[in-house]
């Protein structure tokens, strides 16, 4: 009888230690030695959330921070989707920054999304039409979004430099957030890179259609 006892005891014991398991699992964590360690399994879990909370468009906007030019910025951030490393990228891009090499003619981030329209669906040789015409409708789409929201493509109008009319748009009243005070270009490559991944996800859509 003391046996039986005993064993419904050590079974309770475990099932308790089992279902601590399953409603906090971010508590515990095993170390080789068979010890536990509440830190390192949380700091692990912390790091893949923020990583699923990083959009690419959050990437490219953090590149700009950190010093690309913003056509580098966009395409850099979306480099790997297309097999290109970073240096590749920002050499290709590395003359769009000030709106062209600083002559403040279109904005860098819209050239850049040129450059990701036509990686993503541009022609390889000449004679591929459908492939000619897929790009140019998607440019004309992505730069048509970008300038209702910022009234202009052209670097020296969006930014209100001397000798150019200031572009009005709803985005050109929005509050800066402290991490892009002083380099406020920043929302700009992070627009056109939602704009580019809003195409992505709905070229997605498309193609499923089709299926």
Known sequence: ????????????????????????PQTWCVLSNGKYDTN???????RINMNQERTLADIAADNYNNGYNCGQALVVAFAERYGFSK????????????GLGRQRLTCGAVMG??????????????????????????????????????????CGEILGLKGYAKAEGPAQHQEIPE??????????????????????????IAEDKQK
Not at 3 to 17: E, G, P, Q, S, W
Not at 90 to 95: C, F, V
Not at 128 to 150: C, R, S
């Open 179 to 204: 991490a892009y005070k002083g380099r406020p270009c920043a929302l700009k490559v992070k627009l056109a890179a939602q704009i580019f991944e809003d195409y992505l996800k709905s070229k997605g």
């Open 113 to 154: 999304m040129g450059v990701l329209a036509g990686l993503e669906d541009g022609n390889s040789v000449p004679g591929e039409k459908d492939k000619v015409k897929t790009t140019f409708n998607a440019i004309q789409m992505m730069t048509e979004k970008f300038k209702e929201q910022y009234g202009s493509v052209t």
């Open 1 to 24: 009888m003391t046996f039986f006892l005993n064993m419904i005891y050590a079974t309770v014991l475990v099932a308790k230690d089992i279902k601590s398991l399953i409603y906090r």
């Open 87 to 98: 240096e590749q990228a920002s050499q290709i891009t590395a003359a769009f920054g000030g």
């Open 40 to 46: 390192d399994l949380q700091i692990k879990k912390q």
